[in-house]
């Protein structure tokens, strides 16, 4: 937990250090709040401990006061970062790999009510608005343009824009 959470403040520093003026920063950005009690309450969901009631009124707390909702049973790698706050919402079957960024009022979310959400590579960019729809995978390297709907897998180092999205491939790749 301690060296996802390290990981976490080193996307906050410019320099890709964790110092201590990165840790204030970090405690005031409500992005961040969000990421620490995730990773909390990760920690305690893979070591089978409940932490209920306490962990439904932190979550909900964070909810309410960031409009962020990861649940506890997401796995969501080293170097996660919450751009801009507000809005984001995550399925609990939601995978998401190392150092990835997520701008305000992303979801991620399985197709109504029936199977599992997304996962996500690592070095992934998803836009302001953009929502990941159903169980598909996304590549490495990807870019999901703001307000962007997918739907469909991603090959890697792809860009997604629009809705219904196209996407724009790396040269080399089949169009």
């Given amino acids: 937990m301690f060296d996802c959470v390290k990981a976490d403040l080193q996307r906050l520093s410019p320099s890709g250090t964790a110092t201590a003026r990165t840790f204030v920063s970090g405690i005031i950005s409500q992005g961040f709040q969000a990421i620490l009690v995730y990773r909390f309450f990760n920690w305690c969901h893979r070591k089978g401990i409940s932490g209920q009631p306490f962990r439904f009124f932190c979550e909900r707390f964070i909810e309410i006061t960031t409009g962020i909702s990861i649940p506890a049973c997401c796995v969501i790698g080293k170097g996660f970062r919450i751009h801009h706050f507000g809005g984001i919402i995550f399925h609990p079957s939601v995978e998401i790999g190392e150092n990835c960024t997520l701008y305000q009022g992303v979801t991620i979310g399985d197709r ?64």
Wanted: charged residues 20%.
């Fill in 112 to 175: 109504g009510g029936s199977g599992r959400a997304a996962r996500i590579g690592s070095n992934v960019l998803i836009g302001a608005g953009a929502k990941i729809i159903g169980e598909i995978v996304i590549g490495d390297d990807c870019v999901i343009g703001a307000n962007t709907v997918v739907t469909k897998d991603m090959p890697a180092g792809t860009v997604a824009v629009g809705a219904p999205c196209r996407y724009r491939y790396p040269e080399g790749l089949p169009e």
